[in-house]
């Protein structure tokens, strides 16, 4: 008998009332096969499904709970928010004492507004460096991912890339034409688009680190490079922190590749796993949003007090515990033993890695770029991901999405990792 026999039940039923069975397309399981489980609840770093199943999440709801599933300190201060009220519409001290937060955590950062997503938030970046530059044209970077707005979803990442739709039906031809799009890493396309379009270009949107075709790094002096070219050209650089941000270290990925950014997105932790998102930067800029500035953006739900509440208890768990530190630890033991188990198999495997996010592609190509990451053999991913699951490891359904750790990832949790994909790669032969 089938060991997911509710969750079959709920995704048949789920087919019934909603497209695809699923809220968000990248929960399919399109591109691996088979059907998404259905969760009962989560603890730590482990789910337990409706069917009773316990797995050791390395999704972490795509990211957000960098303190592992339900974390006291973040439970506690949701329902003490929430015996207050669930939603006001009108300023809360949470916003402020948030925004205070993560100014001091990032430099650079004047002035923040909190939204809902990461989409917002990136939509809202885009639209307030286009009415604060007064130009059109936007530079993203194939295989990144900003969320899905209109403008960004042209050769975007994540599930519209794992789905083969990197150009979404829906976005009209004359929204589409103002972005451009460069492959990573490639400074003398960078240079050359700058020649020929720098004076016209509003905004440079790019995830510093991006996760969203896998994982790849940038390489060295490619983001200073972006910088002066913005810089020289009086376009608005954003960086895209939704997965990096507050899990890369307090400052995320800029403060690690030590790059200023004029405008910057969060998502995911800075939420706690309540639904947040967020964008600040230069004051100069932050200052041109209704209600100071021509640019309007706006959110009945906007620095809503549970998810305003969810974010401050995380920030400042992170904050108080050497969080950065384990999250380091269980990340280095992730890489060194799943190098060396694809190794003992002569299973060609390129294990990324930057502190807690992850990403192993099937190839022997090194992966810089979103050229490089589709070498990657896609079959393989899917019998892996199978095979970890079918022993209890629950890893993102597609070879395009990045892997999360928490600080709950033990490394009992990171040991029985390795001995699943040990049995895994035994099974490739
Ligand atoms: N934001 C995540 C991108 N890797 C995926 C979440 C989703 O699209 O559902």
Known sequence: MSLRRRSEELFAEALR??????????????????????????????????????LIDYVLTWGPA??????????????????????????????????????????????VRFCNSGTEACMSAIRLARGFTRRDRILKFDGCYHGHADSLLVKAGSGALTLGQPDSAGVPADVAKHTLVLPFNDPDALVALFEQHGPHLAAVILELVPANAGLYLPRPGYLELLRELTRAHGTVLIADEVMTG????????????????DLTTFGKV?????????????????????????????????GNPLAMA??????RELEST????????????????????AAAHAVPMQFQRIGSMFCGYFTDRPVWSLTDALTSDRARFGTFFHA??????????????????????????ID??????DRAFAGFH
Do not use: C
Request: proline share 6%; no cysteine; charged share 15%.
């Open 17 to 54: 009332h909603t497209p695809g069975g699923v809220n968000s397309p990248v929960r399919a399981f399109r591109a691996v096969g088979g059907q998404p489980f259905f969760v009962q609840s989560a603890r730590g770093s482990r789910l337990t499904d409706v069917d009773g199943n316990e």
């Open 66 to 111: 960098i303190l592992g599933h339900a974390h006291p300190r973040v439970i506690e201060a949701v329902q003490a928010a929430a015996a207050r009220g669930t939603s006001f519409g009108i300023p809360n001290p949470a916003e402020v004492e948030l925004a205070a937060l993560v100014k001091s955590w990032v430099p650079g950062i004047d002035k």
């Open 246 to 261: 507050f899990r890369l270290g307090r400052a995320g990925a800029q403060g690690h590749f030590g790059l200023q950014p």
């Open 270 to 302: 800075i939420g706690g796993g309540l639904p947040v998102g967020a964008f600040g930067g230069r004051a100069e800029i932050m200052d041109h949003l209704a209600p100071l500035g021509p640019v309007y953006q706006a959110g009945t739900l906007s």
């Open 310 to 315: 969810a974010g401050l208890a995380t920030l």
């Open 322 to 341: 050497d969080a950065f530190a384990r999250l380091e630890h269980v990340g280095a033991r992730l890489e060194s033993g799943m190098k060396a188990v």
């Open 388 to 413: 970890m699951l079918d022993q209890g490891v629950y890893l993102a359904p597609s070879q395009f999405e990045a892997g999360f750790l928490s600080t709950a990832h033990s490394d009992a949790d």
């Open 416 to 421: 029985q990792t390795l001995a699943a994909a």
